[in-house]
Structure formats: structure tokens, C-alpha cells
């Protein structure tokens, strides 16, 4: 007897609905799978007969055949367990088919029968609905995690028992098996309580505006000196809350890696990733033999903040030149490439020198080589990708021991909010969401300049020594301060402080000059 049983698949990213058909027919008793499984998935036979046989099913010797579709995608995991022993009671005549109709089953076996979680369950259960499934049954760990997408039944199971249980059932007595949605899917999802806030921070009010800036128009930062942690903590606390849709992005991905919160299951805040700078280029990109994300789409949505940013790998940090620049990243395999979403903000922090006192050189004992090999690891492609550099100056023991009234983190989120919404009328009916995003062509549509103010850039674009993209990237700076400014037009005073924000480029990398 045939059958067939919906399931889902991950393939990078990306979910997509696989085919489980089982046939039950006479013969030399023999149990084949096929469909360019790898071994985890080829092992499922002797799982799904054992977990058979101890839920009280005794498997006749005949001849059995699974066939996993599309047969041209490499099958992955333990997952397609539950739909394989599904397929075989319902070829066995244990289940009737009618009672799997618009249904996609996913989960693992234990030898008991239980059923264990599995990575990528959300997106699965999104893609289901899409092609017009009616439920899914998924393990009782994973049910919160797709009873997040709304108008799609979800069913948590324990065990291959109580999967039986349910498919027996008449629709009318079904509805105890239903996990009930915890979220509304229209409905911002953001929480506002933070451990640290900016109020903490005494000083440094250069470097605080700077990270407001970042913020407001989403733009990739560099500190160079002190308090540099301090400050990259407490960047979340201004950023504005994930969008339902953003959150939706974001916990597919964790989901995808495995790292999803099964008792919470939706990222409700904005990522904060701080990977060691011993970290390798594939746990940085992304990849391996089973492919998934790495740190810099964990951090999709979020913020990277890499500390002792020369201490990095070199290869390491040239991976970050395409995600800078196309918000996501590519991994080629020998049976497939993937695409990952990788639209963080990049927070970058660096000593100025190995000791960490360059350019005072009455502190500094470094040479000028040593400097400059240090700073060298940093390649200019990367440099000219960062929007904002600001040096974080020492703080002085008075301001430290003083109790000062600093502006909360609530009041800076207030006027980022403020000109994130002018950006949001801004570029409504454009692919843009930040100032940060906007492409050379489009500069001069979006970001006009008096006769002024281009003066002022020519100037500093002969004396700076400035690239094309550092040039526009000065002026996406300048128009998100304008935002900030509550002005339409970008004015004189805006763009003087864009470009204080690449006068440490100088300083730094030409040697001190």
C-alpha cells in the first residue's frame, strides 16, 4: 500500500515542503530509503522500527520503500523521522489517509517513541501556510515556536502514541492537541527594560552623540580609545523596538540555528552579538558540513559589536566587506549555495596602539612602526565602510567621582524615534529604510546640497584625501544629523559635524599627521 506524508525541509535560510511517500507491497522483507539522504536521515530506518515496535506496532516482514522529495536537495537531520513512521502506518492500514489530509508532520524519534525538537520549525510551519497546509504537527518543544504564525493549526506531540492519538480522532474532539498563539502577528513586539542606560555614563557627551547619530540612521561606527565596551553595551537601549515583522526575521534565523528559546520562542530585542576576536571565518560567515547561520546573521536586525577590532583575524574581517555592503551574506557548497540576511550595524572598538595610549606621547612607548603595523591590520576597504569614527577620550577622575544628571537612554531613544519616522515618510514606495542604505545614485534625489555646503565638501573632499564612498557616506551622516535637527535641508553645521566624524581616519591611519 502507498502513502504520502508532507514535511518540511530547511535549505540554508530558506524552508520548503518536502515529500515523505512510503510504499508497503510484497516481497524479500527489505527497508530502503533514497533521495540523496545523508546519514543521519538514512539512520532514521532503524529509529522509526524501533520506536514502532516499543509504541506497540510490530512491523510485517515485507518490503518497504521511502522515497524523500525533491530528490535533487540534500536531506538533512533527523527530522523526517516522524513523517516516515506516519507514512508506514498509514501503508500498514493502522491510520487512515483521509485523516493526514492538508497536514505536514516534522520531528526526531527516540527508540521510546518520544518525539524530540528539531531546528527550523517556524519557518516551516510560515511556509505551510503559504502553500496552503491546514496544520502541522511538530514536537510539544517546538509548538510555541509555530504557534507564533497565525491561521495555520499547530499540535505539539510528546510521543509517536499520542501523534496516533490525534490522527484517530474525529475533528470535533482535536481541539485540546491546538497550541494556542501567544502573539499577535500585527502588533509591535519590543521591550523596553535594559540593565544598563546611558544615564550611567558620565563624560563623554562627543561620544554619545556620535552613537546617537549611529543609531537614528542606522550607519556603522568605529571608537578608538577608552570606555569603548561601556559604550557599545548601551547602544541597544536607544535603538527602536523590532517591528512583528523584523522579530518574525530575526527568530527564523535563530530558529534555523538551533538557538531559539523554545519557552519563548519569538526575539523580541534587538540582537546584540560580541563574538572574541579568536573567532574563525566560518563561525563569523556562516557554513559548515550541515549548513547554518554564523554570528554576522545572528546579528541581522541588531548590532555586531567587535571589540579590539585589529586583534581579529585579517580574513575575518575582510568576510565583513560584502555584508557591509549587500546586508547579507553568500555561502557556496558542493551541492548548493546559500544566502543568509545579514543587515546589522556594525560597532567596531580599537586601542589607538598596542599599549592603548597613542597619539599622547608622553604615556605612548610605542615606535611608529609599531603603531602602524597595529593599525594596518585594519584594511582601508573595511575603514571606508564605517560611517562614524569618534575617539573615546579618557575620563577625567573629577567626572567620575561626580553624581551628574545624565539624559537617560529613553530621552536619546525619543529623538531617534523622531528621525528614524522622518526616514520612514522619507523613503516610503523605495527599497530604503535608513539614511545609512541610501546608494550613490540616489544621494542627490535625497540628500540635496546649497551651493554652500558643496563647497564645503569639495574642500574637504581635496584636504581629507577622501574616497567616493567616504565622500557619500558623509553626507548620509550629514542628512541623518539634519533628521535628528528636525530640518528638511541638510545645512552647513550638519555636515562640518559629519566630517569631525572622519577626521580620526587622519589621525590615525596616516601615521599621527
Known sequence: MYSKIYTGAISGIDSLIATVEVDVSTGMPTFEMVGLLNHEVREAKE???????????????KRITVSISPADMRKEGAAYDLPVAVGMLVSLGHLLAERIQDTLIVGELGLDGTVKSVKGILPIVRKAKQEGHKRCIVPLENAKEGAIIKDIQVIGVRSLQETIDYLILQEKDKASFLVPAEYDNDTDTGEDSYDVDFADINGQETVKRAMEVAAAGFHHILMIGAGKTMMAKRLPTILPDLTMEESLEVSTIYSVAGQLDTQKALITRRPFLSPHHT????????????????????AHRGVLFMDELPEFRRGALEILRQPLEDKEIHIARTYGSFTYPADFMLVAALNPCPCGFFPDRNKCS?????????????????????????????????????????????????RVLHAREKQRI????TKYRFNAELSSGDIKKFCPLGEKEQELMEQAFHQMNLSARAYHKIIKVARTIADLDGTDDIEYEHLAEAICYRTNDAKYWNGGN
Open 47 to 61: 529509529r522509526v522500527k524501533v520506536a514502532l515496535k516499543n509504541t506497540g506496532i510490530e512491523i510485517p516482514p
Open 279 to 298: 573567532i574563525s571565518e566560518q563561525a563569523l560567515a556562516g557554513g559548515g558540513r550541515i549548513p547554518k547561520p554564523g554570528v554576522i546573521s545572528l
Open 366 to 414: 610605542c615606535s611608529d612602526n609599531e603603531v602602524k603595523r597595529y593599525l594596518n591590520r585594519i584594511s582601508g576597504p573595511i575603514l571606508d565602510r564605517i560611517d562614524v569614527a569618534i575617539e573615546t577620550p579618557r575620563v577625567d577622575i573629577r567626572q567620575l567621582a561626580t553624581t551628574q544628571n545624565n539624559e537617560s537612554s529613553a530621552a536619546i531613544r525619543q
Open 426 to 429: 522619507r523613503y516610503t514606495g
